[in-house]
C-alpha cells in the first residue's frame, strides 16, 4: 500500500487459503475479473473504444468547434460517473472489511444443531467488516466512538451474520429509541457540526435525559473508544439469542470475540493527532497486516444460559444494556477466526456488503429481546434503500449453498429463473418447501401469553448498577482514561444545562469521578452521590486481555541521519525484519542517507514531516555522531521523540542517541532504584554499542533474542509504558 509497507514485508497473503474459504472465493471468482494489458477499452455494451480522451467535436478550421451530444461514448462515461454513490450507511458508514476463515473447535453440541459451531471438521468462510458509527464515509478513523465488528459467515446452510460491536453493551433498551439516539450522536442538524463526534450539546443532552445510556456511555468514554487497531478490539453480539440443541432445548447466548493479540488502544492526544494526520489509520493498519503475512485472528466465546434460568439474576437477560458478568455466566471459548485475504475491490466488496440480524441459520434463533426484534426488521430495510431489493444476489453477499425460491423480478434482478411456475404449491412440485430432517428452518414452538401494551419489565429500569460495576472494574489508568475523556467531552458542550445535568449524572455512579470531571469542567460540583457497593467484574478491563506478547506487524520508526552506526542499524533492522515488526525508516530528508563509515547508503522510507511519531508504535535511534549531531540540531526530530515519550512509547537508543534521547525527554535514560540497580528509565531502553562480532551473533539478533533487542522487543509487546503515565511523565513533555 502506497509505500507504507517495506517492500521486503510485502507478502502474498492470498495464497494462504484453505479450501473451504475457498468455497466464498471460488464463487466470487465467477463475477471478478481482472484488468489486463492484453484487454481493450470497450463501453459497457462491449463495444471497442479508440480514445478515453476525446469527446467527438466538430472539427472547424482552428480545431476548436463544438462538442456533439450525440457521442454515445462520452455519454456513457459521464452517466456512469454520475451515478457512482449510493447511499451511505445512515450509521456505520465508514468501515473496511476483509475475508477469512472460522473453524469451532469445541463442538457445542449440547447446545445446538447448528453445524457451524458444532462440526470441528468444517471451515466456514467468513468476510468481517469493521466500522465507526457516527461519522460519515470520508470521516476519519480514530475519532472516538464505538466500532462495529459486522462477520458474515457463508455457511452450507445459508449465511448467519453476527452483527456486532466492539462494546458489550447499547445506548438504548427497545429499538424505537434509534432515530432518536443517532439523531443526537450525529452533527447537528441546525449547521451540520461537529463531524464524526460525540462531544457536542445534543449527544449528551440524550444521555441525560436517557439514564438507560449510562452503561453505555461509560464504555465508550474508556479506552474500548479509542483502539489502537480493528486488529486488537474485542467483538460482541451484544443482543441475546438462543440456541437450540437436538433435543429441543433452548438456550440465551451472547457472542464474544477476543483478539490474539490482546485489546489495546490509543492514548487521546494520539487518536485526536492521527485524524488529521492519517485518517486511514485503521484501515491501513488492517491491510498492511494482512498483506504481510500477519493475519489477525479472534477467539469465538459464548455464554450461555438454560431457558429454565431466564428469571435467576437481578438483571433482565434480554436487556440490551447489560453485560452478564463473567463470574455468573463465564465465556466458553469455542472457536477462531482468522482474517487472511483483502478485499479485490472496496465498493463492491466492503461497501455492498449487506449484513442483516434477521439472517441465522437453523439451531440459531432470536430472543424477545426488544432492541434485536427491531433490528431484525431495520437492517433488511436499509439493505433496500441502499442497494436495492435484489441486494442478497450481489457476489458478496450470495451465500455458497443453493438459493431457490419463488422470490421474483425487481430492479437489478440478476438470476434468470427457467420453469414456467412461479408459485407453490404447482403441478410439477417444483422446489418444494424442506423438511425438518432435510435441514428446514424450524422456529421454536415458544408459549406466549400475555396482553398487548407498551412496556418495559421491572428490571429493565435499573439504569446504574452496571455502569458501577464497569467503573469498579477499571484499573488505576483506566479511570483516569475515563476522567480525562468525560472532560474533554463535557468541555465540548457549549450548553451550561448540559454539562451541569451530566456532571449530576456522573455521581449516579461515583461521586468522586463526578467531583473530579465538575473541577476541569467548571461546572458545578456534586455534594451527594448515589451509592456504590463496590462490585467488580475483572474482566471488563481491557487490561485483562493482554493477548499473546508479540511485535508482529507493529511499526516501529528507526530514525537516522548522515553518518548513522551502520552497524547497530543493520542489526536492528534485521531483528526487526525476522520478528514481522514493519520496521520503517525515517531520516530528514527521503533521499539517500549515508552511514559513517561512507560506504553504506540507505534509502529511508519516509522523512520526519512526512511521518509522525503517532503513526509508529515504537522508535528505535542508532547512534553515531554526525548523525546524532544533525537530529540533536532539528525540531522535528526532538518532537517526535518527545511525543513518542508522551504517548508512552518505546524508545530505543544506541550509541550516542542515548543523550540525544535524554535530552528531548528532559529525563536520564537510566534511574538506579533504591536498592542501587541501574535500570532502564520508564521504557527506554538503551545500550552503548550494538556490536555484533560474530556471524553467530548476528543470527541471534536477527531473532531478537540479544539483550538489548530482547528487552526493546519486550517493552514493545507490552504496548505502551503505563509506569510513565503513573509517574505523571506522560503530559510533561
Ligand atoms: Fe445497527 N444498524 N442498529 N447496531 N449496526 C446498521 O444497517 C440498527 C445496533 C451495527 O458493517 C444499519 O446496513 C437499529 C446494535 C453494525 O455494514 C441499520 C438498532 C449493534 C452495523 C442499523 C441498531 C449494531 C450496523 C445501517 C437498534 C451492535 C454496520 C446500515 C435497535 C450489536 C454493519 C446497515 C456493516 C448498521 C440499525 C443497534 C451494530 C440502519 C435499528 C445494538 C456493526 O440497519
Redesign the pocket.
Known amino acids: 500500500m502506497s509505500g507504507l509497507v517495506p517492500e521486503t514485508m510485502q507478502k502474498v497473503a492470498h495464497a494462504a487459503v484453505g479450501p473451504r474459504q475457498g468455497d466464498k472465493l471460488k464463487d466470487l471468482a465467477h463475477s471478478t475479473k481482472d484488468m489486463t494489458a492484453e484487454g481493450r477499452l470497450t463501453t459497457d455494451y462491449g463495444v471497442k473504444q479508440s480514445t478515453a480522451d476525446d469527446w467527438l467535436k466538430v472539427v472547424t478550421k482552428d480545431q476548436t468547434g463544438p462538442m456533439l451530444l450525440e457521442d454515445p461514448f462520452a455519454r456513457e462515461r459521464i452517466m456512469r460517473f454520475d451515478h457512482e454513490r449510493i447511499p451511505e450507511?445512515?450509521?456505520?458508514a465508514r468501515?473496511s472489511g476483509a475475508f477469512g476463515k472460522f473453524k469451532v473447535f469445541d463442538s457445542i453440541q449440547d447446545l445446538t444443531i447448528a453445524p457451524v459451531l458444532t462440526d470441528t471438521s468444517r471451515e466456514t468462510p467468513v468476510f468481517v467488516?469493521f466500522?465507526t458509527v457516527l461519522g460519515s464515509r470520508g470521516s476519519a478513523d480514530t475519532v472516538r466512538d464505538v466500532r462495529?465488528?459486522?462477520v458474515k459467515f457463508y455457511t452450507q446452510e445459508g449465511n448467519w451474520d453476527i452483527?456486532?460491536?466492539d462494546i458489550p453493551v447499547?445506548f438504548?433498551q427497545d429499538?424505537i429509541k434509534?432515530p432518536d439516539i443517532i439523531h443526537a450522536g450525529k452533527p447537528e442538524p441546525h449547521n451540520e457540526v461537529p463531524q464524526a463526534q460525540s462531544a457536542h450539546n445534543n449527544f449528551w443532552d440524550f444521555q441525560f435525559n436517557h439514564s438507560e445510556a449510562t452503561h453505555m456511555f461509560m464504555w465508550t468514554m474508556s479506552d474500548r473508544g479509542i483502539p489502537r487497531s480493528y486488529r486488537m478490539m474485542q467483538g460482541?453480539?451484544?443482543?441475546t439469542y438462543t440456541l437450540v440443541n437436538a433435543k429441543g432445548e433452548r438456550h440465551f447466548v451472547k457472542f464474544t470475540w477476543t483478539p490474539e493479540l490482546g485489546v489495546h488502544s490509543l492514548v487521546w492526544d494520539e487518536a485526536l493527532k492521527l485524524a488529521g494526520q492519517d485518517p486511514d489509520f485503521h484501515r491501513k493498519d488492517l491491510w498492511e497486516a494482512i498483506a504481510s503475512g500477519a493475519f489477525p485472528k479472534w477467539k469465538f466465546g459464548i455464554q450461555a444460559i438454560p431457558e429454565a434460568d431466564e428469571h435467576k439474576f437481578d438483571f433482565d437477560i434480554l436487556d440490551?444494556t447489560k453485560v452478564w458478568p463473567e463470574d455468573l455466566v463465564p465465556t466458553r471459548y469455542i472457536g477462531e477466526m482468522e482474517l487472511n485475504r483483502n478485499v479485490d475491490e472496496f465498493f463492491t466488496q466492503t461497501e455492498q456488503?449487506?449484513?442483516c440480524t434477521s439472517h441465522v441459520v437453523p439451531g440459531i434463533g432470536f430472543s424477545d429481546d426488544p432492541?434485536l426484534v427491531?433490528?431484525n426488521f431495520?437492517?433488511f430495510?436499509?439493505?433496500i434503500s441502499?442497494l436495492g431489493i435484489n441486494f442478497q444476489e450481489l457476489p458478496i453477499n450470495r451465500p455458497v449453498c443453493p438459493v431457490m425460491n419463488f422470490n421474483r423480478d425487481g430492479a437489478m434482478r440478476h438470476a434468470i429463473t427457467r420453469g414456467t411456475v412461479n408459485y407453490w404449491p404447482n403441478r410439477f412440485e417444483a422446489c418444494p418447501p424442506a423438511t425438518h430432517e432435510e435441514g428446514a428452518y424450524v422456529e421454536y414452538a415458544q408459549k406466549v401469553a400475555g396482553i398487548k401494551a407498551r412496556m418495559r419489565s421491572n428490571k429493565f429500569k435499573e439504569h446504574f448498577s452496571q455502569a458501577q460495576l464497569f467503573w469498579n472494574s477499571m484499573s488505576p489508568i483506566e479511570k483516569q482514561h475515563i476522567i480525562k475523556a468525560l472532560s474533554f467531552e463535557l468541555d465540548h458542550c457549549e450548553d451550561l444545562l448540559v454539562y451541569t445535568r451530566m456532571i449530576q449524572r456522573l455521581a449516579d455512579i461515583d461521586l468522586n469521578l463526578a467531583q473530579t470531571v465538575a473541577v476541569a469542567v467548571g461546572g458545578e460540583s456534586p455534594k451527594e452521590g448515589r451509592s456504590n457497593p463496590g462490585r467488580r467484574a475483572p474482566a471488563l478491563s481491557q487490561h485483562e486481555f493482554p493477548g499473546k506478547p508479540t511485535i508482529q506487524a507493529r511499526r516501529v520508526a528507526i530514525l537516522i541521519a548522515d553518518g548513522y552506526d551502520q552497524v547497530a542499524y543493520d542489526a536492528a533492522y534485521a531483528a526487526l525484519s525476522s520478528a514481522m515488526a514493519t520496521p520503517l525508516v525515517v531520516g530528514p530528508k527521503r533521499s539517500k542517507i549515508t552511514a559513517a563509515n561512507g560506504a553504506n547508503s540507505t534509502q529511508p522510507h519516509h522523512h520526519l514531516e512526512g511521518l509522525r511519531s503517532t503513526m509508529v508504535d515504537a522508535l528505535l535511534i542508532p547512534g553515531g555522531t554526525q548523525s546524532i549531531e544533525t537530529l540533536s540540531k532539528n525540531g522535528r526530530a526532538l518532537h517526535w521523540v518527545r511525543e513518542a515519550f508522551g504517548h508512552l512509547k518505546v524508545i530505543g537508543a544506541t550509541g550516542e542517541a542515548i543523550g540525544f534521547v535524554e535530552k528531548a525527554i528532559s529525563l536520564p535514560s537510566v534511574v538506579v532504584s533504591s536498592d542501587g540497580e541501574a535500570k532502564d528509565s520508564y521504557g527506554v531502553v538503551t545500550v552503548k554499542e550494538l556490536r555484533p562480532e560474530s556471524l553467530k551473533e548476528v543470527v541471534e539478533i536477527a531473532k531478537g533474542a540479544t539483550g538489548f533487542m530482547e528487552k526493546f522487543f519486550y517493552e514493545i509487546a507490552q504496548h505502551r509504558c503505563w509506569e510513565r503515565e503513573l509517574a505523571g511523565l506522560s503530559d510533561a513533555v
Open positions: 450507511r445512515v450509521v456505520h468501515g467488516r466500522s462495529g465488528f459486522a452483527v456486532g460491536n447499547f438504548i429499538a434509534f460482541f453480539g451484544v443482543n440490551a456488503i449487506a449484513f432492541l427491531g433490528r431495520s437492517y430495510d436499509t439493505q441502499r
